[in-house]
């Protein structure tokens, strides 16, 4: 695994898709492995829907402000394709890596007609093209097997784990998964961790 | 990050807390005893915090019907011996103020901290409002922390600050730093587990006479300013340039000088207290100065104080030449004054006012989203998928329509304020502060006289009925208004995250506590109501009609609890579409129940056709009832 | 620029103008429109083009000589009451029609006739009880059928239960309807008719009544104070009088006093006997025991002969002496909406204009 002394890690999504709690974990996992952490996010009001996004930034010294300068995120975890290519042109560069998750989240505005979702593929090869190397997963998916949506969050946390992306162990992941859970929740999220991370793992190799 | 972290009982471990939680953390180790708020965003969460770990440190935590009387109620406490806090965001100050500017001549006793959420760019608020102006007004000294562990330390500072001047003192968060997140070393806590005694030994009058003791005060807080580096310098000795921050601007500043390679031409000059200032200070490091650029959000307050004093001193310290907003040098994304600032704002200001080119990062991928579909939708917010306040907005416009006599709604904050918006069908003409939605219908509800006619329509939350409603429906009883007061009742304050209100059944600590009903108030101010099911689309269409045209003020409750704290139950029900009913892209002109009702669970995407997002779906079932083929079906057993 | 989605004309020419006849036929079209207090209203803003809401509207842009065409396949020759084949005096037969009818409760026995020999399956009618707000209804039977009888004189949107009727999967339905009705019952049938799982396809008859006008909803407010909420046992409006039989009583309000809830759109009115019904029926405003009838369609006179055949109804020729007065009446009614209104939903030819300054 490699070591970074400064890593801006980007966790974007939609409001309700459980990426509030993913950065937070990916945070805390983060000071497990010895990083000084920054975190700034946008949420407060808990209705859903809108695009939010959380600046998770790593480092050795604990300087920094909570915000991402433009076209400096290393890494971008997106919970949604047309939020990661958003998000992508604003903070992304051609060394950036990205994961991303395939199942789109339809603005209000798409489902009234009023405009339109991009065609799927489109977005991902698009995605491709402009970074150093893009993992793309169906987390929503993978968390209605496990049996909630809302756990499509712990697939991304896992995924992100399996793809090296960030100088976090798994045990890392696993520690700060188990501290946040209470009993009756933390099996079904420690599978959805699992089915994430190895999903990406066969991939890859 | 964790509300566990915040209470653990080790000195100097670093843990990693959220602004609020370090808030907290930092009141706690301070010894502060009673604590309260009413929910706002940004630093809503402080009080959440401190209700549920506060019990062994023997702090008492409120949540308050409203900021006035959460203020008051904070203010006693101190009067009483007992250092308290109250925690609210700018609206809340407006709320509060007279109150303040009065306990401001009084004087108070133990230390009184007062936490404002300024919430620069208004990401969770309804306006932006830079909440120093009003604090300055009320003379409270104000404190801005730069980053979470800043937040703790000066936590504990207006504590002090707050005793050693007799006054209430303002820590000032921003959302950049009530919501972000960074390591904090942990602090002693053991000796605020002490028992203190709360008794009343003096008076507290506001009187006129009074007000020279004030400006004392004043005088002696920014003396404590000087005492107590408040001014932090970090850059080259004699710098000709330096930024003047305060709060997380320092950060940005800090980040875009190193950026831009000028951290051996620019210097940084913080300000942990940005009123009053230290002048004597800051007079010594603006000696030799020639350029200042000024780092703030979101009004010029810093930049007004400190370009006032150098005109008071200009034949001491030579010529300065300003950069701020008002020669509009610093601009937030919408211009000079308006939004928050971040490192990239600051990086193009600092390279424009060098005559210097910002370093590219970003290369082509800065033009992807054009290169790969030109343009992509933006996402608005909207109410979540089965949302009561949805229903309830489909019900009124369709009685509106129907009824015909073109009435209209009148709202104001909260999650239902976006009946502004596309996901509430546009339906509200008017939305200021909590309340005013009311107060507003009150002036339309007895204009009869100048031959207004059209219907009128008034929609609130339950938190805010307990908050600003109740005097403003008395006002409408006396003076027969006519006009129909919607209550939004999903049993909790939803927009800030759930937090309990005077018609929860538990307090925020989660204790057992008397839940008023609202149904009882109103029947005590003798105005008639009805109680409805939003989720009874067509019910709830009926009864507005009856209810419109009914003389004087009248009140329809419609009652659907918050599906967020629903779908933390699990849902209930699982709906379907039945393919051979569903008419598609021929329904209602298209797409009703996506396209008109515009539910996100709805979908009608190329790649799934017609279809019940699982991921989404909480079973509400209104789109089962307007689906005028019956498509729409639950599944049975579900 | 010209408007051309539906609803937007429809609202603007239509709704906003207060020209809505309440006929009830867009309402149920589509999940948007919906009806309060016979009023119609949009509840939410669609974007079609060319959609059936406008395109049935009794007040969209309605082209006479062509309805003439498509309906006789001939232009008319009287301008007056339109293409015909004849005009006659009629009456049920039967004393449970003429009790419950509004005259001889022809109209009423001739539904129920056509149920009973399954030209129709269902009737698309206007109940509920005298004096109250009525209610659109579907009749299958002859006690349906009686229990629908009798003139409601508002604006009843009845035409939203012929939606319901071939949703719920009817398919030869018969309609009884003021004009207005008429010409909307029309329109679908010509309009929507092709392929066959249309609505078009499932209007089989058409039966318009005479009318001059119908009365806001505001009248029954009216009506309840005026009887001291006594129930109404039956309603007429004769040329002077609006006659109220309560339980016994008869009560006599000149109609000058009703004058103000007519509908707004009622003065507009080109088309006072039904002219595009199979049958028209009104009164004789002479003998209450009888009707006027106008046979205008083949279907129509099948159905008269049939069920004259039958003993259900008699005729009897129309008194020569009362022809001018019906003449004049309707006459003067369509040259005066032609004179003072101009109507922009109605597009006529030459020959009307020359009828008009004829004196029709
Ligand atoms: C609003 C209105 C105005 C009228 N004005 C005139 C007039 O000026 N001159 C004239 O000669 N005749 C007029 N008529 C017609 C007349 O009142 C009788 O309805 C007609 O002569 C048929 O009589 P009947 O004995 O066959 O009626 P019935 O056998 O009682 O049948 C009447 C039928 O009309 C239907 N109906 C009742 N009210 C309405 C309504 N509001 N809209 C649609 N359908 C309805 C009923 O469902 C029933 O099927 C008017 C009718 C209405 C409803």
Redesign the interface.
């Known amino acids: 695994m490699m070591v970074f002394d400064k890593l801006n890690v980007i966790i974007a999504g939609v409001g309700g898709q459980g990426n509030v709690l993913a950065s937070q974990l990916i945070a805390l996992a983060a000071v497990e492995a010895g990083y000084e952490v920054t975190v700034g996010e946008t949420f407060g009001a808990s209705q859903r829907g809108g695009s939010v996004m959380s600046h998770v930034r790593l480092n050795s010294k604990n300087s920094l402000g909570p915000l991402i300068p433009k076209g400096m995120a290393d890494v971008i975890v997106g919970f949604e394709p047309m939020e990661t290519l958003r998000i992508l042109g604003v903070y992304g560069n051609p060394r950036t890596k990205v994961l991303v998750n395939t199942r789109p989240v339809y603005p209000i505005k798409v489902l009234a007609g009023e405009q339109v979702y991009p065609n799927l593929n489109t977005i991902l090869q698009g995605i491709k093209e402009h970074v150093a190397i893009m993992v793309s997963i169906n987390a929503t998916d993978i968390a209605l097997e496990v049996g909630k949506a809302v756990v499509a969050n712990m697939v991304m946390v896992g995924a992100l784990s399996g793809t090296g992306f960030v100088p976090i162990k798994q045990e890392h992941f696993l520690k700060v998964i188990k501290n946040h859970f209470g009993e009756k929740l933390l099996e079904m999220n420690e599978k959805a961790f699992f089915l994430g991370l190895n999903n990406v793992v066969q991939r890859i190799k | 990050?964790?509300i566990d972290s915040v209470k653990i009982e080790q000195p100097g471990k670093k843990?990693?807390l959220t602004g609020n939680e370090a808030i907290a953390r930092g009141a706690i180790e301070a010894g502060m005893k009673y604590a309260t708020s009413y929910p706002g965003?940004?630093s809503?969460e402080v009080l959440d915090v401190l209700a549920k770990v506060g019990n062994p440190f023997g702090i008492y935590a409120e949540w308050s019907t409203n900021e006035k009387v959460a203020s008051e109620a904070a203010a006693a406490a101190s009067f009483a011996g007992i250092r308290s806090m109250t925690i609210m965001k700018p609206d809340g100050l407006n709320v509060a103020i007279d109150f303040f500017t009065s306990l401001a001549y009084s004087g108070i006793n133990a230390g009184m901290v007062v936490v404002l959420g300024d919430?620069p760019s208004a990401?969770?608020s309804i306006k932006e409002e830079d909440s120093r102006y009003l604090a300055k007004l009320s003379r409270l000294p104000i404190l801005e922390p730069m980053?979470?562990?800043e937040a703790k330390d000066l936590t504990i500072k207006a504590f002090e600050l707050s005793e050693f001047i007799g006054l209430p003192v303002v820590l000032r968060g921003v959302?950049?730093i009530c919501?972000?997140?960074?390591?904090v070393t942990l602090g002693d806590i053991e000796k605020a587990k002490a028992p203190v005694k709360a008794e009343l030994k003096e008076k507290f009058l506001c009187q006129p006479l009074a007000h020279p003791e004030l400006e004392q005060k004043v005088k002696k807080a920014a003396l404590w300013a000087e005492n107590n580096n408040t001014i932090e310098y970090s850059g080259p000795a004699n710098a000709e340039s330096i930024v003047i921050a305060t709060g997380?601007c320092a950060?940005?500043a800090?980040?875009a000088l190193i950026?831009l390679g000028l951290t051996d031409e620019i210097g940084v000059l913080r300000l942990k207290m940005s009123w009053p200032l230290p002048d004597k200070t800051l007079l010594g490091y603006l000696k030799g100065t020639k350029e200042v650029i000024f780092a703030e959000e979101t009004d010029p307050f810093i930049e007004e104080g400190i370009t006032s004093l150098v005109a008071y001193h200009g034949s001491e310290i030579g010529p300065i030449k300003f950069f701020g907003k008002r020669n509009e040098y610093v601009k937030g994304p919408m211009g000079a004054g308006i939004g928050e600032l971040?490192?990239?704002i600051l990086?193009d200001t600092l390279a424009e006012i060098k005559g210097i080119k910002r370093p590219?990062?970003?290369?082509?991928?800065?033009?992807?989203?054009e290169?790969?579909?030109g343009s992509?939708?933006?996402?608005?917010?909207?109410?979540?998928?089965g949302c009561p306040h949805r229903a309830s907005y489909w019900a009124i416009?369709?009685a509106l329509?129907?009824?015909?006599n073109n009435g209209f709604v009148l709202g104001d904050i909260g999650?239902y304020a976006?009946g502004r918006g596309?996901?509430g069908?546009n339906m509200l003409s008017t939305v200021h502060s909590m309340g005013s939605g009311v107060g507003l219908a009150n002036g339309f509800g007895t204009m009869q006289r100048f031959d207004f006619k059209q219907p009128v329509i008034a929609v609130v939350g339950d938190s805010t009925f307990y908050h600003a409603v109740i005097p403003a429906l008395i006002n409408a009883k006396h003076n027969s208004a006519k006009f129909l007061c919607v209550i939004l009742d999903n049993s909790t304050t939803?927009?800030?995250?759930?937090q309990p209100h005077s018609g929860s059944v538990i307090d925020a600590r989660g204790v057992d506590a008397p839940a008023l009903s609202i149904e009882k108030i109103i029947s005590g101010i003798e105005i008639p109501y009805t109680i409805a099911d939003p989720y009874d689309v067509n019910d709830t269409i009926d009864v507005i009609?009856a209810k419109l045209p009914e003389p004087g003020p009248k009140v329809l409750i419609l009652r659907q609890e918050c599906v967020?704290l629903k779908s933390k139950v699990g849902k209930n029900q699982k709906m379907y579409i039945d393919q051979t009913l569903c008419l598609g892209s021929k329904?209602?002109?298209?797409?009703?129940c996506?396209?008109?009702f515009?539910c996100?669970a709805?979908?009608?995407?190329?790649?799934q056709g017609k279809m019940i997002d699982?991921?989404?779906c909480v079973g509400c079932g209104v789109c089962a009832t307007?689906c005028?083929t019956h498509a729409i079906k639950l599944v049975e057993g579900s | 620029m010209e408007i051309t989605i539906s609803s937007k004309r429809l609202q603007q020419e239509v709704i906003q103008t207060e020209l809505c006849t309440s006929c009830g036929m867009c309402i149920g079209l589509c999940p948007y429109i919906k009806s309060f207090k016979e009023k119609t209203a949009f509840i939410h803003q669609c974007q079609v083009d060319d959609g059936k809401c406008y395109n049935i509207c009794p007040r969209g842009e309605t082209d006479w000589p062509q309805m003439d065409q498509e309906i006789f396949g001939k232009q008319r020759t009287d301008h007056v009451l339109g293409n015909y084949n004849q005009l006659l005096f009629a009456r049920a037969k039967e004393s449970d029609f003429s009790q419950k009818g509004q005259y001889s409760g022809l109209t009423s026995a001739l539904v129920s006739y056509a149920l009973s020999i399954g030209e129709i399956d269902g009737a698309v009618l206007s109940g509920g009880e005298p004096g109250k707000m009525p209610e659109p209804t579907l009749a299958t039977t002859r006690d349906d059928v009686l229990a629908a009888a009798g003139s409601k004189y508002s604006a009843v949107p009845t035409l939203l239960s012929l939606n319901k009727a071939i949703e719920e999967g009817f398919k030869n339905l018969g309609v009884v309807g003021r004009p207005c009705q008429v010409l909307a019952a029309r329109k679908m049938q010509l309009r929507y008719n092709n392929p066959s799982d249309l609505p078009g396809n499932k209007i089989k008859l058409i039966i318009g009544l005479f009318c001059f006008w119908a009365l806001s909803p505001e009248f029954y407010e009216f009506l309840a104070e005026k009887t001291k909420g006594a129930n109404i046992a039956s309603l007429d409006i004769t040329t002077e009088d609006l006659v109220v039989r309560t339980n016994g009583e008869e009560l006599k309000l000149p109609v000058e006093n009703i004058r103000r809830f007519i509908c707004p759109t009622c003065q507009q009115c080109f088309d006072p006997t039904s002219e595009f019904a199979d049958l028209s029926i009104g009164s004789t405003e002479f003998d209450p025991g009888w009707n006027t009838l106008i046979i205008r369609t083949d279907k129509g006179r099948e159905l008269i002969e049939q069920s004259i055949k039958d003993g259900i109804i008699e005729v009897y020729t129309y008194p020569a002496e009362r022809i001018p007065l019906l003449l004049q009446a309707v006459g003067n009614k369509k040259k005066r909406v032609l004179e003072e209104w101009e109507p922009t939903y109605l597009k006529l030819n030459e020959s009307y204009h020359r009828a008009v300054e004829r004196g029709m």
């Open positions: 990050m964790s843990v990693l965003s940004p809503a919430d990401h969770s980053n979470i562990q959302t950049r919501h972000a997140s960074g390591l997380p950060l940005y800090k980040e950026e971040n490192t990239d990086i590219d990062y970003s290369g082509s991928t800065a033009s992807c989203v290169h790969v579909c992509i939708p933006l996402r608005d917010r909207a109410f979540c998928a416009k369709a329509s129907l009824d015909g999650c976006m596309p996901t069908y939803a927009m800030t995250g759930h009609l967020l329904c209602g002109c298209g797409d009703l996506s396209r008109a515009n996100p709805n979908i009608n995407a190329p790649e699982q991921a989404l307007l005028p």
